[in-house]
C-alpha cells in the first residue's frame, strides 16, 4: 500500500540536508582535519566519537545552524527531485530539531524554491524529543528521521517512522530503514509511476 505525500514527515539534517559533507568539509576547511570520513561519525552525539575539541564541534555546528547557506550545507542526493515531486500532491511537512527556523526556511527555500516551500510547514522545535505531538498536529502518519532514539519514541506513539540510514543509527533498532531518497519515492510511487 503506497503512502500518500501528504501523510509523511520529514526531518531536516541527515535526512534532506548532508549535514556530514558539511561538518567534515568544514573541519577541514576552518581547522585544517583532514582525516575525518563519514565512517567515522557512529554515534549521534559526535563528541562520544570524533577525537576533536569539543569547542571546534560546537563552532562547526553554531555555523551550520546559523547560516547552513554560508556553510554551503547541500540536500543528499535525489532529496531535491523527490520533494519536488511529493510537493505537487501535497504540502511538505518538515519538522526539526534546530533551534530557529529563519536559517533553515532561507536554505529550504533556496534548494526547493520560492514557490514550493511558500506551501511547506516547518516546524523548528528547538528539541530532538516530543517530535510526536508535532507530528500528530500536522496529521501525519508517518515520519522520517536519522535519529533511532526520536524513531523508536514516535513507534511508542503509534507513528510509523522510518529510520533514515547513517552509520550512528544502524543497529541501534528494529524498525523500518530507507537508505536514500529513490527508496523513499517508492514508499509514495509504483516504478514509473508520475505524480498527477
Known amino acids: 500500500m503506497k503512502i500518500h505525500p501528504r501523510q509523511i514527515g520529514f526531518d531536516i539534517d541527515g535526512v534532506v540536508a548532508d549535514t556530514v559533507e558539511a561538518f567534515i568539509r568544514l573541519a577541514r576547511r576552518d581547522y585544517g582535519i583532514e582525516s575525518l570520513t563519514p565512517a567515522d561519525i557512529t554515534e549521534f552525539e559526535v563528541e562520544k566519537c570524533l ?71 516547518l516546524i523548528a522545535m528547538g528539541d530532538h524529543d516530543n517530535k510526536a505531538a508535532f507530528i500528530k498536529k500536522m496529521g501525519l502518519d508517518y515520519f522520517v528521521d536519522d535519529r533511532a532514539q526520536t524513531c523508536v519514541r514516535l513507534d511508542q506513539e503509534g507513528i510509523t517512522p522510518m529510520v533514515f540510514s547513517q552509520p550512528w543509527n544502524r543497529g541501534r533498532h528494529r524498525l523500518r530503514t530507507v537508505n536514500n531518497w529513490r527508496e523513499i519515492r517508492q514508499l509514495c510511487f509504483s516504478d514509473g509511476e508520475a505524480p498527477l
Do not use: N, S
Open 51 to 121: 577525537d576533536l575539541q569539543p569547542t571546534i564541534i560546537q563552532e562547526i555546528f553554531a555555523a551550520l545552524l546559523v547560516d547552513p547557506l554560508a556553510a554551503a550545507l547541500k540536500p543528499l542526493p535525489d532529496a531535491v527531485a523527490v520533494l519536488t515531486e511529493f510537493a505537487r500532491l501535497a504540502p511538505l511537512t518538515f519538522i526539526t530539531a534546530r533551534p530557529q527556523k529563519p536559517p533553515i526556511a532561507a536554505w529550504l527555500t533556496d534548494i526547493l524554491g520560492q514557490d514550493i516551500f511558500a506551501d511547506a510547514r
